[in-house]
Nanobody, 126 residues
């Protein structure tokens, strides 16, 4: 069982930056692929970014590519999402997700992740 807890959300003006963190429990953190998803009001949860077990592979949604960076620190059981050049369309609840992997690859669908945090609100104002 893995528990994940997000933090770092808040209100920011367009063009600003935020860094989200996700702390995970468990001694096998390095066996889990991790990802960030987001959900805006009235919309389905959508993929944002993913990172492999080792951190050597990452993948981004086209809408955030070049602005967001996902990283992980396996020694601290933490994954990060650095968000730069934020735009109002980035406003959503951001969720951290973890999924056990027996190989080093990334996954980008909701169904491939077993453990989810409660989410953290990110609001980007004009």
């Amino acid at each position: 069982q893995v528990q994940v807890v997000e933090s770092g959300g808040g209100l920011v003006q367009a063009g600003g930056s935020l860094r989200l963190s996700c702390a995970a429990s468990g001694r096998t953190f390095s066996s889990y692929a991790l990802a960030w998803f987001r959900q805006a009001p009235g919309k389905e949860r959508e993929f944002v970014a993913a990172i492999s077990r080792s951190g050597g592979m990452t993948y981004y949604a086209d809408s955030v590519k070049g602005r967001f960076t996902i990283s992980r620190d396996n020694a601290k059981n933490t994954v990060y999402l650095q968000m730069n050049s934020l735009i109002p369309e980035d406003t959503a609840v951001y969720y951290c997700a973890a999924g056990y992997r027996n190989a080093n690859y990334v996954s980008i669908t909701v169904a491939e992740y077993d453990y989810w945090g409660q989410g953290t609100q990110v609001t980007v104002s004009i």
